[in-house]
């Protein structure tokens, strides 16, 4: 079955601007995360849908971001006014239910903000 | 605090010998995961422990859990040039990675 699917692969963007990433969780799965991986760094918790529970958004550098999830499927995630510090690859997981559960993660996007 | 660090950062071997891994977490948990990241398949998940478990195995991996000592040891045996990559733990109390354990096997 289809795995857990994001776009773009690559976004390059300027200083300033606002871009808008996306994830398409594996179907069916309830919970679905977001993380942020700098180079050479671990994985840094951003948010995480579960359900219809209010989302988890205590990973959230700053207001720039912000995170939607539509039901159970799509989620995008927003960063207004890019800085060069927001350069990473953003990684996109889901799960069958919540954090018990093994977390199947797309291919990322790699951001690189000029 | 970061949850789920992992020990030690870089890790170089022949193919063939075994290779360990330690991870160490904070808080009490309901279960500790391993993955795997490389160029080619990105993040993977290899393996599940439940607190309630002490040792799992899956094929030529092996996991232990010491609930006592908040740790958690990988070991990866008769390595093969394919298992180069990171390793990292991740427990269901937190949803942080820590850095990895860079390993390198080399032919």
């Known amino acids: 079955g289809a795995g857990v699917s994001q776009s773009p692969s690559n976004k390059v963007t300027e200083k300033g601007k606002d871009v808008e990433l996306r994830c398409d969780p594996i179907s069916g799965h309830t919970a679905l995360y977001w993380y942020r991986q700098r180079l050479g760094q671990g994985l840094e918790f951003l948010i995480y849908f579960q359900g219809n529970s209010a989302p988890d958004k205590s990973g959230l550098p700053s207001d720039r971001f912000s995170a939607e999830r539509t039901g159970e499927s799509v989620s995008t995630l927003t960063i207004q006014r890019t800085q060069q510090e927001d350069s990473a690859v953003y990684l996109c997981a889901s799960s069958s239910r919540g954090l018990a559960y093994e977390q199947y993660f797309g291919p990322g996007t790699r951001l690189t903000v000029t | 605090s970061q949850q789920g660090e992992e020990d030690p950062q870089a890790l170089s071997i022949q193919e063939g010998e075994n290779a360990t891994m330690n991870c160490s977490y904070k808080?009490?948990?309901?279960?500790l995961q391993w993955y795997r990241q490389n160029s080619g398949r990105g993040l993977v998940h290899l393996i599940l422990?439940?607190?309630?478990?002490r040792e799992k195995h899956s094929g030529r991996l092996r996991v232990t859990l010491d609930t006592s000592k908040k740790s958690s040891s990988l070991l990866i045996t008769a390595s093969r040039a394919a298992d180069t990559a990171s390793y990292f733990c991740a427990t269901d109390s937190t949803l942080t990675f820590g850095k990895g354990t860079m390993l390198l096997v080399s032919p």
């Open positions: 808080t009490s948990i309901n279960n």
């Open positions: 422990i439940r607190s309630n478990e």
